[in-house]
């Protein structure tokens, strides 16, 4: 099992940019695939990005494809997501998982940060 802590979230308004950050701890970070998903209020959480463990190999969510870059740093044991060009819609708590493959549903998701919050005002 990982423990992962998310980082960077805030306020920021439409058009701005963070970075959100996943430490890792308990066990390597290069042995998993990393996704990060998102959960808006009332609505059920999603997937945004996912990041491959080798090769960091990536694919994104149609809505957030040329806004947002999901990277790894294996020798810090954390994963970061830089966010531009953000909207309203875009507010969510984020949250970071690992997985044995890159996948796209979070039921292949075995350990979860707590999740961090973004708010995007217009």
């Known amino acids: 099992q990982v423990q992962l802590v998310e980082s960077g979230g805030g306020l920021v308004q439409a058009g701005g940019s963070l970075r959100l950050s996943c430490a890792a701890s308990?066990?390597?970070?290069?042995?998993?695939?990393m996704g990060w998903f998102r959960q808006a209020p009332g609505k059920e959480r999603e997937f945004v990005a996912v990041?491959?463990?080798?090769?960091?190999?990536?694919n994104y969510a149609d809505s957030v494809k040329g806004r947002f870059i999901i990277s790894r740093d294996n020798a810090k044991n954390t994963v970061y997501l830089q966010m531009n060009s953000l909207k309203p819609e875009d507010t969510a708590v984020y949250y970071c998982?690992?997985?044995?493959?890159?996948?796209?549903?979070?039921?292949?998701?075995?350990?979860w940060g707590q999740g961090t919050q973004v708010t995007v005002s217009s």
């Open positions: 998982a690992a997985s044995a493959g890159v996948y796209y549903d979070l039921v292949e998701y075995k350990d």
């Open positions: 308990g066990r390597t970070l290069s042995s998993y695939a």
């Open positions: 990041i491959s463990r080798r090769f960091g190999s990536t």
